[in-house]
């Protein structure tokens, strides 16, 4: 079993930055994938950035949307994994979910809202 917490969420203005972290307990942490979600109010949950394990190549991915302005990252051995995300847009407005995947079992955060907005 995986439990999440995320923290670092909050309201921001445009073109400001907030870091998001997902400290994780289990020992899967380090050989899962991450990844960072988000959903905002009408619409569906929609990938923002996903990290595989050294294991995997430990490549990054990015929405189109996001590329060039949020970067993930991991710590292994704190079991966390991080949002950076800079340039803040309003349309960035969402709750930010943090997951971990490692073969068929899934698990997700609770979420933390991020709101930028002047």
């Known amino acids: 079993q995986v439990q999440l917490v995320e923290s670092g969420g909050g309201l921001v203005q445009p073109g400001g930055s907030l870091r998001l972290s997902c400290a994780g307990s289990?020992?899967?942490?380090?050989?899962?994938?991450l990844g960072w979600y988000r959903q905002a109010p009408g619409k569906q949950r929609e990938l923002v950035a996903t990290?595989?394990?050294?294991?995997?190549?430990?490549?990054?991915n990015y929405a189109d949307s996001v590329k060039g302005r949020f970067t993930i990252t991991r710590d292994n051995a704190k079991r966390t994994v991080y949002l950076q995300m800079d340039s803040l847009r309003p349309e960035d407005t969402a709750v930010y979910y943090c997951?971990?995947?490692?073969?068929?079992?899934?698990?997700w955060g609770q979420g933390t809202q991020v709101t930028v907005s002047s």
């Open positions: 289990g020992s899967i942490f380090s050989f899962a994938s």
């Open positions: 990290t595989t394990a050294v294991i995997g190549g430990g490549r990054t």
């Open positions: 997951n971990v995947k490692l073969g068929p079992a899934e698990y």
